[in-house]
């Protein structure tokens, strides 16, 4: 709460939920944000060791997993510490959710190989990305954030897809009267929105 900026959560999901305010479009980037995070590691896994750092070796039920601090890696500490900084209830959640996303991801590319990991995550790139378009033009009837706000709606979705979730189930908020705030700015954007779409159409 009074964070501006780059650390500003509520400026961040009022720009997030303006392009997300249809149900069903809610629930089709829920089920497709994080598996598109997911395959993003899991083929970022396939890059060499940042400054050579050495790898760490276990065994997980059986099978041996060898973790590579490689790019994966570094996305996904880079995501986890700034959701934290953005809250750090949900964010530490979101954080943990990012390095499971590393560890299993660095499995299943030691599994799968090259060869067949990259056409895995095209398959899933492209199913989750048309999912999203499509609750986008057919139920939200706007355009997805990300061609107003690249490297907001990429870095962010993540996250709020989280804290749609544990407002949905759980009644979460980062602090009292958070979403009350936000969805008076959700509600002021789309007004906004809706008001510019009727002059160009007049």
């Not at 880079?78 to 996303?101: H, P, Q, T, W």
């Not at 590393?102 to 056409?119: E, R, T, Y």
């Not at 690249?150 to 544990?166: K, T």
Request: proline fraction near 4%; include cysteine.
């Amino acid at each position: 709460m009074g964070r501006v900026g780059l650390f500003d959560l509520e400026k961040h999901f009022a720009f997030y939920g303006a392009y997300h305010s249809n149900p069903i479009n809610v629930a089709l980037h829920m089920l497709f944000v994080w598996p598109i995070f997911f395959t993003a590691i899991l083929i970022l896994n396939f890059t060499p060791s940042l400054f050579n750092l050495p790898h760490i070796e276990f065994s997980l039920f059986g099978n041996h997993v060898d973790l590579i601090l490689n790019f994966g890696f570094l996305v996904s500490l880079i995501y986890g510490v700034f959701y934290a900084c953005l809250d750090m209830k949900a964010g530490s959640l979101a954080a943990l959710l990012c390095m499971l996303c590393w560890v299993a991801s660095s499995f299943l590319a030691s599994s799968l190989g090259f060869s067949l990991a990259w056409k895995v995550v095209l398959v899933a790139q492209i199913v989750c990305w048309t999912g999203q378009f499509i609750g986008h033009g057919v139920y939200e009837g706007r355009a997805p954030a990300l061609l107003d706000n690249l490297v907001q709606a990429l870095i962010m979705a993540p996250f709020f897809v989280l804290l749609e979730v544990l407002q949905s189930f759980f009644h979460y908020e980062p602090h009292p009267g958070f979403h009350a705030v936000v969805q008076a700015k959700i509600d002021a954007e789309i007004k906004e929105w809706q008001e510019k779409k009727q002059k160009l159409i007049s």
